[in-house]
C-alpha cells in the first residue's frame, strides 16, 4: 500500500502529528520530579471493556484491502482475536524488557494497550475520523491518562501508515513483537537474519494461527529492522 497516497485522502498522518507535538509541548514543560501514572489491570479491564467488549465483531470487508471478510481473514473482525493478540504482543514485550534490563511493566503494559482502538476504528475505515481512527485515540487516552511519554509515542510509531519513526527501545520492540505476532497468527514462520542475537530472537513467541488471508509486504522487514536496532 503506498501509505503516502492514502493519506492524502484520510488525513491521518496530520492528526497522528498534531497529538506528537501536543506530547512534546506537555513535556517541555513538565516538571521533571513528577512521576508517570500507569495504569493498574482494574483500569486495562475497564477499558477492555469499552474499546473492546469480548462479543464486538467488525466486519473489516471493503475496509482493510486484504480482507475478505468472515471465512477469510474474518477473524481480525472479531474482537477476541484483538485481546489476543495484545496479551501475545505483551507477554513477548515483557520477556524483551527483562532480557534489555527494561521496566516490564510499562512494556507489558504497552503491548496490551496498543491495538485497543483498532477494531472500533480502524484507519482504514474512511467514516471514522483521523483524530478518533487507530492509533491515535488510544494513544490520545494513555496520554491524557498521564503515561511514560515513550509509552504514548511507541503505540504511535508502530502503526506503519502514520510513516513515524521509531523514537526509543519501546517503540522498536512494540514493532517487532507487533509484527511477528501478526504473521504467525497468519501462520507464517518468519526467519530473521543471522545477526539478530538469539537472547533477543528468544524473546519472541510464536502466536497461534488463527488468521487467514492478512498480507502486508513488509511485515518481515519492519520486524527485522526493529530487532536489529533493539541488538545494538
Same mark, same amino acid.
Given at each position: 500500500m503506498d501509505y503516502g497516497e492514502f493519506d492524502k485522502h484520510f488525513g491521518r498522518r496530520a492528526a497522528a502529528q498534531a497529538l506528537r507535538e501536543e506530547i512534546d509541548a506537555a513535556w517541555a514543560v513538565r516538571d521533571p520530579t513528577a512521576s508517570s501514572m500507569m495504569p493498574g489491570d482494574d483500569v486495562i479491564a475497564a477499558e477492555y471493556e469499552q474499546w473492546l467488549p469480548e462479543s464486538y465483531f467488525n466486519c473489516l470487508k471493503g475496509q482493510h484491502p486484504t480482507c475478505q471478510g468472515p471465512g477469510s481473514c474474518g477473524e481480525r473482525c472479531a474482537a477476541a482475536y484483538w485481546r489476543q493478540h495484545s496479551k501475545d504482543v505483551a507477554a513477548m514485550l515483557e520477556n524483551l524488557a527483562t532480557?534489555? /534490563?527494561?521496566? $516490564?511493566?510499562?512494556? $507489558?503494559?504497552? /503491548?496490551?494497550?496498543?491495538d485497543l482502538d483498532y477494531l472500533k476504528s480502524p484507519h482504514h475505515d474512511p467514516d471514522a475520523s483521523s483524530e478518533q481512527a487507530h492509533p491515535v485515540a488510544i494513544s490520545r487516552w494513555m496520554f491524557q491518562f498521564g503515561m511514560p511519554r515513550a509509552a504514548v509515542l511507541a503505540v504511535l510509531e508502530h502503526s506503519p501508515h502514520l510513516g513515524m519513526p521509531a523514537s526509543s527501545k519501546l517503540s522498536h520492540a512494540l514493532i517487532a513483537c507487533d509484527e511477528h505476532a501478526t504473521m504467525t497468527a497468519d501462520g507464517q514462520m518468519p526467519h530473521y537474519p543471522s545477526d539478530i542475537p538469539q537472547a533477543i530472537l528468544g524473546c519472541l513467541s510464536d502466536s497461534a494461527p488463527r488468521i487467514d488471508g492478512f498480507v502486508r509486504n513488509d511485515m518481515l522487514e519492519r520486524a527485522t529492522v526493529a530487532l536489529r536496532a533493539l541488538a545494538a
Open positions: 532480557a534489555l /534490563g527494561e521496566d $516490564r511493566d510499562l512494556w $507489558r503494559i504497552t /503491548g496490551l494497550l496498543h
